[in-house]
Protein backbone atom coordinates (compact mmCIF):
# COMPACT_ATOMS: atom_id res chain seq x y z
CA UNK A 1 0.00 0.00 0.00
CA UNK A 2 1.08 3.45 -0.20
CA UNK A 3 3.19 5.30 2.66
CA UNK A 4 2.19 7.89 4.68
CA UNK A 5 4.72 9.64 6.89
CA UNK A 6 3.83 12.64 9.60
CA UNK A 7 6.10 14.91 11.34
CA UNK A 8 6.95 15.84 13.51
CA UNK A 9 6.13 13.29 15.79
CA UNK A 10 5.38 14.94 18.73
CA UNK A 11 4.90 19.02 18.77
CA UNK A 12 4.09 21.24 22.25
CA UNK A 13 3.59 24.72 21.53
CA UNK A 14 2.71 27.39 24.08
CA UNK A 15 -1.02 28.93 23.27
CA UNK A 16 -0.95 31.51 20.20
CA UNK A 17 2.28 29.82 18.52
CA UNK A 18 1.45 28.70 15.08
CA UNK A 19 2.74 25.58 13.79
CA UNK A 20 3.06 23.36 10.08
CA UNK A 21 2.69 19.76 10.66
CA UNK A 22 3.34 17.63 7.69
CA UNK A 23 2.31 14.73 5.45
CA UNK A 24 5.01 12.87 3.21
CA UNK A 25 3.67 9.99 1.03
CA UNK A 26 4.62 7.76 -1.74
CA UNK A 27 2.27 7.61 -4.68
CA UNK A 28 -0.26 10.06 -6.47
CA UNK A 29 -3.31 10.93 -4.81
CA UNK A 30 -6.96 10.94 -5.72
CA UNK A 31 -8.16 11.60 -2.00
CA UNK A 32 -6.08 13.08 0.84
CA UNK A 33 -7.96 14.24 4.26
CA UNK A 34 -6.63 15.63 7.58
CA UNK A 35 -8.43 15.01 10.40
CA UNK A 36 -7.86 15.75 14.25
CA UNK A 37 -8.46 12.95 16.93
CA UNK A 38 -9.80 15.49 19.93
CA UNK A 39 -8.55 14.12 23.75
CA UNK A 40 -12.17 11.82 23.99
CA UNK A 41 -10.64 9.51 20.83
CA UNK A 42 -13.18 11.60 18.26
CA UNK A 43 -11.99 12.13 14.92
CA UNK A 44 -12.95 15.41 13.34
CA UNK A 45 -12.80 16.17 9.24
CA UNK A 46 -10.62 18.96 8.86
CA UNK A 47 -9.99 18.92 5.22
CA UNK A 48 -10.69 17.14 1.78
CA UNK A 49 -7.97 18.27 -0.11
CA UNK A 50 -6.17 16.24 -3.09
CA UNK A 51 -4.57 19.40 -4.41
CA UNK A 52 -4.61 23.20 -3.71
CA UNK A 53 -5.07 25.07 -1.04
CA UNK A 54 -8.28 25.80 1.45
CA UNK A 55 -8.66 27.64 4.75
CA UNK A 56 -11.04 27.35 7.40
CA UNK A 57 -10.60 29.90 10.54
CA UNK A 58 -7.13 29.50 11.98
CA UNK A 59 -6.17 26.67 10.20
CA UNK A 60 -5.43 26.11 6.60
CA UNK A 61 -3.80 23.22 4.40
CA UNK A 62 -2.24 22.83 1.15
CA UNK A 63 -1.66 19.85 -0.99
CA UNK A 64 1.43 19.71 -3.84
CA UNK A 65 0.17 16.37 -5.21
CA UNK A 66 3.20 16.63 -8.07
CA UNK A 67 5.79 17.12 -5.12
CA UNK A 68 4.00 14.53 -2.55
CA UNK A 69 2.86 16.50 0.50
CA UNK A 70 1.12 18.12 2.21
CA UNK A 71 0.65 20.76 5.07
CA UNK A 72 -1.14 21.76 7.71
CA UNK A 73 -1.03 24.92 9.46
CA UNK A 74 -2.53 26.08 13.00
CA UNK A 75 -2.39 29.72 13.61
CA UNK A 76 -2.85 31.33 17.17
CA UNK A 77 -3.07 27.86 18.26
CA UNK A 78 -6.00 27.40 20.95
CA UNK A 79 -5.58 24.17 24.26
CA UNK A 80 -8.70 22.76 22.45
CA UNK A 81 -6.25 22.02 19.17
CA UNK A 82 -4.32 19.54 21.52
CA UNK A 83 -5.17 16.36 20.54
CA UNK A 84 -3.77 13.89 16.84
CA UNK A 85 -3.65 15.16 13.79
CA UNK A 86 -4.03 12.60 11.11
CA UNK A 87 -2.98 12.56 7.33
CA UNK A 88 -5.15 10.51 5.41
CA UNK A 89 -5.04 9.07 2.13
CA UNK A 90 -5.79 7.09 -1.15
CA UNK A 91 -3.49 6.34 -3.62
CA UNK A 92 -4.33 6.62 -7.32
CA UNK A 93 -2.17 3.19 -8.65
CA UNK A 94 -3.02 1.07 -5.83
CA UNK A 95 -7.04 1.18 -7.27
CA UNK A 96 -8.02 0.64 -3.13
CA UNK A 97 -11.10 2.71 -1.55
CA UNK A 98 -10.00 3.00 1.82
CA UNK A 99 -7.96 5.95 3.03
CA UNK A 100 -4.28 5.26 4.78
CA UNK A 101 -3.28 6.60 7.63
CA UNK A 102 -0.24 8.50 8.58
CA UNK A 103 1.09 7.91 12.34
CA UNK A 104 -0.24 11.11 13.42
CA UNK A 105 1.04 14.90 15.05
CA UNK A 106 0.11 14.81 18.63
CA UNK A 107 0.01 18.07 19.40
CA UNK A 108 0.34 19.56 22.72
CA UNK A 109 -1.06 23.25 23.36
CA UNK A 110 -0.09 24.65 26.89
CA UNK A 111 -1.83 27.90 28.38
CA UNK B 1 -28.63 15.49 9.79
CA UNK B 2 -27.41 13.34 11.59
CA UNK B 3 -23.65 12.12 11.54
CA UNK B 4 -22.32 8.54 11.26
CA UNK B 5 -23.67 6.34 14.45
CA UNK B 6 -21.97 3.74 16.19
CA UNK B 7 -23.08 1.68 19.11
CA UNK B 8 -22.11 1.00 21.38
CA UNK B 9 -19.43 3.66 22.31
CA UNK B 10 -17.81 1.11 25.12
CA UNK B 11 -17.85 -2.34 25.29
CA UNK B 12 -16.60 -4.98 27.50
CA UNK B 13 -16.03 -8.56 26.79
CA UNK B 14 -14.30 -11.71 28.93
CA UNK B 15 -12.29 -13.61 26.57
CA UNK B 16 -13.94 -16.26 24.26
CA UNK B 17 -17.14 -14.20 23.89
CA UNK B 18 -18.68 -11.72 20.91
CA UNK B 19 -18.43 -8.91 19.98
CA UNK B 20 -21.06 -7.03 17.97
CA UNK B 21 -20.55 -3.25 16.58
CA UNK B 22 -22.67 -1.33 15.04
CA UNK B 23 -22.81 1.20 12.37
CA UNK B 24 -25.74 3.56 10.47
CA UNK B 25 -24.06 5.41 7.78
CA UNK B 26 -24.78 9.01 7.33
CA UNK B 27 -28.23 9.76 5.76
CA UNK B 28 -27.68 9.19 1.75
CA UNK B 29 -24.26 7.15 2.40
CA UNK B 30 -24.29 3.85 0.91
CA UNK B 31 -20.83 3.03 1.13
CA UNK B 32 -19.56 1.86 4.73
CA UNK B 33 -15.46 1.24 5.77
CA UNK B 34 -14.11 -0.05 8.90
CA UNK B 35 -10.90 0.77 10.98
CA UNK B 36 -9.29 -0.24 13.72
CA UNK B 37 -7.05 1.65 16.08
CA UNK B 38 -4.73 0.12 18.60
CA UNK B 39 -3.38 2.03 21.70
CA UNK B 40 -1.52 4.82 20.23
CA UNK B 41 -1.54 3.82 16.72
CA UNK B 42 -3.11 5.56 13.50
CA UNK B 43 -6.30 3.85 12.03
CA UNK B 44 -5.65 0.81 9.86
CA UNK B 45 -8.51 -0.63 6.72
CA UNK B 46 -10.09 -3.61 7.86
CA UNK B 47 -12.89 -3.62 5.44
CA UNK B 48 -15.48 -1.90 3.06
CA UNK B 49 -18.67 -2.73 2.03
CA UNK B 50 -21.80 -1.34 0.02
CA UNK B 51 -25.42 -2.40 0.40
CA UNK B 52 -25.61 -6.17 1.13
CA UNK B 53 -21.84 -6.49 -0.89
CA UNK B 54 -19.02 -6.95 0.79
CA UNK B 55 -15.76 -5.12 -1.77
CA UNK B 56 -12.38 -4.89 -0.18
CA UNK B 57 -12.03 -7.19 3.24
CA UNK B 58 -8.12 -7.10 2.46
CA UNK B 59 -7.09 -5.40 5.50
CA UNK B 60 -9.62 -8.10 7.73
CA UNK B 61 -8.25 -11.17 9.95
CA UNK B 62 -9.07 -14.26 7.93
CA UNK B 63 -10.96 -15.64 11.72
CA UNK B 64 -13.13 -13.97 14.00
CA UNK B 65 -14.02 -11.62 11.88
CA UNK B 66 -17.16 -10.87 9.95
CA UNK B 67 -18.68 -7.59 8.64
CA UNK B 68 -22.34 -7.15 6.62
CA UNK B 69 -24.01 -4.38 5.59
CA UNK B 70 -27.22 -5.57 4.65
CA UNK B 71 -30.07 -4.41 2.73
CA UNK B 72 -32.01 -2.82 5.62
CA UNK B 73 -30.52 -1.39 9.24
CA UNK B 74 -26.99 -0.83 9.89
CA UNK B 75 -23.45 -2.53 9.71
CA UNK B 76 -22.54 -4.86 12.10
CA UNK B 77 -18.51 -6.06 12.55
CA UNK B 78 -18.26 -8.92 14.46
CA UNK B 79 -16.00 -10.44 16.29
CA UNK B 80 -15.85 -14.31 17.71
CA UNK B 81 -13.98 -15.67 20.50
CA UNK B 82 -12.51 -12.47 21.37
CA UNK B 83 -8.90 -12.27 22.57
CA UNK B 84 -6.81 -9.71 24.42
CA UNK B 85 -5.08 -8.66 21.15
CA UNK B 86 -8.60 -7.30 19.77
CA UNK B 87 -8.83 -4.27 22.46
CA UNK B 88 -9.03 -1.17 20.44
CA UNK B 89 -11.23 1.42 18.90
CA UNK B 90 -13.38 0.56 15.76
CA UNK B 91 -14.23 3.41 13.80
CA UNK B 92 -16.78 3.27 11.16
CA UNK B 93 -16.60 5.68 8.14
CA UNK B 94 -19.36 6.59 5.63
CA UNK B 95 -18.77 7.97 2.13
CA UNK B 96 -21.21 8.95 -1.19
CA UNK B 97 -19.23 8.90 -3.68
CA UNK B 98 -20.17 12.02 -6.38
CA UNK B 99 -19.62 13.32 -9.85
CA UNK B 100 -16.08 14.52 -10.25
CA UNK B 101 -14.57 11.60 -7.41
CA UNK B 102 -15.34 13.72 -4.44
CA UNK B 103 -15.15 10.88 -2.06
CA UNK B 104 -15.08 12.13 1.60
CA UNK B 105 -15.46 9.70 4.39
CA UNK B 106 -16.61 11.15 7.13
CA UNK B 107 -16.22 9.05 10.24
CA UNK B 108 -18.22 8.06 13.47
CA UNK B 109 -17.58 8.51 17.06
CA UNK B 110 -16.25 4.71 17.32
CA UNK B 111 -16.71 1.80 19.72
CA UNK B 112 -13.86 0.91 21.91
CA UNK B 113 -13.35 -2.74 22.94
CA UNK B 114 -11.53 -3.73 26.06
CA UNK B 115 -10.82 -7.40 26.02
CA UNK B 116 -10.85 -8.99 30.08
Known amino acids: GIQVEQSPPDLILQEGANSTLRCNFS?????LQWFHQNPWGQLINLFYIPSGTKQNGRLSATTVATERYSLLYISSSQTTDSGVYFC?????????????FGTGTRLTVIP | NAGVMQNPRHLVRRRGQEARLRCSPMKGHSHVYWYRQLPEEGLKFMVYLQKENIIDESGMPKERFSAEFPKEGPSILRIQQVVRGDSAAYFCASSSPLAGGVDTQYFGPGTRLTVL
Open chain 1, 27 to 31: DSVNN
Open chain 1, 88 to 100: ALRGRQTGANNLF
